[in-house]
DNA sequence: TTGAAAGCGGTACCAG
DNA sequence: CTGGTACCGCTTTCAA
């Protein structure tokens, strides 16, 4: 009742050669006669022959897939990441397993494990918000599976990297926020363990000194869960707001904390930018849309994705062992919106 | 130097056993003594085995692996969607293999095109909104391959089938929009092909003849490519607009046209509700914080992606053939809030 | 330039 | 209850 697929077998029956002459023609080998590749490769294109991935995977050891292990697919950014890597993995003939850490350094083990006895050929990976232990990637890495970090990469382990420019967009929203008149500005992000919060912390940073404005530690709040519990959030807001000098501004350094300050302020009906002003990373389809408008960093999300797969790809198919590795640096675009332009008075 | 996986070889050789007693023995299998088992099982577990999944795919005949054809992964209910999926894939030891059809037929044909020959065995589909011909997808079902549909369906196709109620969704909302003083109701929607796209009209007209609101054709707006293209929402806005009689309520049919149409109305400056109300289907994670805050119809996606993975699962692991289907409805929510609700007198 | 055959790691049939 | 072995479809070495 199945389609019937044919075999390598089959042609090489219909054809009276033998299967390794039509195994060796259908890959264009040199030491097959013109003749007999093009018989081949005819017959396969109106049979409509294509190989039989498992046989191949098993005989080579390779299983064409990829390992992908980022916090959740619901989210604009890693939704859009995903769809990078696809297009590439498409083309490539790869597949993509993707596993969610949800941002538990438990889950993330057991996915990694979960990943590798699913015999991926290579692991794409962002850390979770939590993970402090590393020791299974780095043992990954020394039996020689090709890991390529993207987003919130892992600075001490040597392969290629690809990141957005976090330095420089927290770097020109603080400045933004600074030159709209802002010079108490509050920062929510998640755990300093993660690269990307030492590099939105570092803009952020020079920003201010470049300045002149003195850093007060009580307007940095950080989420350890990187804002996936709630409270997290509602807390470090509940604080700044309660401090006696509270801050004119927020700067919400990644996508879930920017939206979940947003709704905890506006069920607190607060004003924004009114009473306080509000920027951040976010890779959120809409911003223009909110009330009001969002001024958002954006991250080169799809590109990323892409950039990684290729790189991935690259050194899962690189015959002699990768020596030299990439720092890929894509740039992110501020959009100013309302949120962080005060109004006119009221 | 890569870390050396054991094989059932292996345990054979230490064991001092053949290898079809170790097969069996971690089949469980009952023609194997306790004791053999319990020392296979023991060697097994603590020698981190962990059977080779390409050449069980080889043997069986089964990738483990399952095919999904979605609108796109950057969209917060396919996003959903694809987390329901994957966790009970992961559960059930399958993975997913993603693609997307981007609106686009030709796409589509593609992608079940490989996914066939990639061997999946099975299918999750939502066809997509250009969706005209689906003899292809007719012909793997005759194959016997199972196939689920989910979210836009084929109605004409004997098989498991889960959505949302969309006729009652609809009808919510149709019907709030008229208890809130709203008479003049448009809809803009996705090719009346798409049995979401009927459905949710049904609702529609129910709602209206239930209240003796003639229909009016002119309010009825569909979008060929489902609001992918941009053009084809600000057409049928313009078009609404410009009627002799304009609408003052419009009831968009999907997310891609909710978001779409509220980014073109804003631009336009037309006030919300004030000028006209607007409420549709959304899955965006947080419509509250829209200016003014949006009334939608949520699906519950997550269980819907759980849902049709079970089923598929169960499809593809049954071992007699199938022949009664079910067809579930998972309930909609219309969570209600300004875009709908008459301001006080200004 | 082509063919025969071993083998990748399991599974399952047939014997015993 | 256990062992021997053919085989899934393809790749690749060795021989011709």
Redesign the pocket.
């Known amino acids: 009742m199945k389609s019937e697929?044919?075999?390598?077998?089959?042609?090489?029956r219909a054809l009276?050669?033998?299967?390794?002459?039509?195994?060796?023609?259908?890959?264009g080998?040199?030491?097959?006669?013109?003749?007999?590749?093009q018989k081949v490769k005819d017959y396969a294109a109106t049979h409509n022959?294509?190989?039989?991935?498992?046989?191949?995977s098993?005989?080579?050891?390779k299983s064409r897939s990829i390992g992908l292990m980022i916090g959740s697919v619901p989210n604009n950014f890693f939704a859009e990441v995903i769809s990078g890597i696809e297009s590439i993995a498409y083309d490539k003939n790869y597949h993509v397993i993707i596993t969610q850490s949800l941002e538990s350094k438990e889950r993330e083990i057991n996915n990694l494990e979960h990943l590798t006895w699913r015999s991926v050929d290579g692991f794409l990976v962002s850390v979770s918000a939590e993970t402090t232990d590393i020791s299974q990637l780095e043992k990954l890495h020394s039996n020689g599976i090709p890991i390529v970090f993207f987003d919130r990469i892992v600075n001490t382990m040597k392969t290629h990297k690809v990141v957005a420019d976090n330095v420089g967009g927290a770097y020109e929203l603080t400045k933004h926020l600074i030159e709209n008149g802002f010079k108490k500005i509050a920062q929510i992000t998640s755990p300093l363990e993660l690269s990307i919060t030492k590099e939105r912390m570092e803009g952020y940073l020079k920003a201010l000194a470049e300045f002149n404005i003195p850093v007060n530690d009580d307007y940095i709040k950080y989420c350890p869960h990187g804002g996936m519990i709630k409270e997290e959030i509602e807390n470090a807001i509940e604080e700044l707001l309660s401090l006696p000098d509270p801050p004119d501004a927020l700067f919400t350094a990644s996508d879930r904390i920017t939206i979940g300050s947003l709704a905890i302020l506006y069920k607190k009906n607060i004003r924004i930018p009114g009473d306080i002003a509000v920027g951040g990373f976010s890779n959120f389809s809409s911003p223009e849309l909110f009330n009001p408008s969002l001024t958002t960093i954006r991250q080169p999300a799809f590109e990323m994705g892409k950039k990684a797969a290729e790189l991935l790809i690259q050194l899962i198919e690189s015959r002699r062992p990768v020596t030299s590795f990439e720092n890929v640096i894509l740039p992110t675009e501020l959009q100013v919106r309302q949120s962080t332009v005060k109004l006119p008075v009221q």
Chains 1, 2 share one sequence.
Do not use: F, G, W
């Open positions: 697929s044919i075999t390598i077998k089959d042609i090489a009276n050669m033998s299967v390794s002459t039509v195994s060796r023609a259908l890959k080998s040199y030491k097959i006669s013109e003749a007999t590749q022959y294509h190989p039989n991935l498992m046989a191949q098993l005989k080579n050891k």
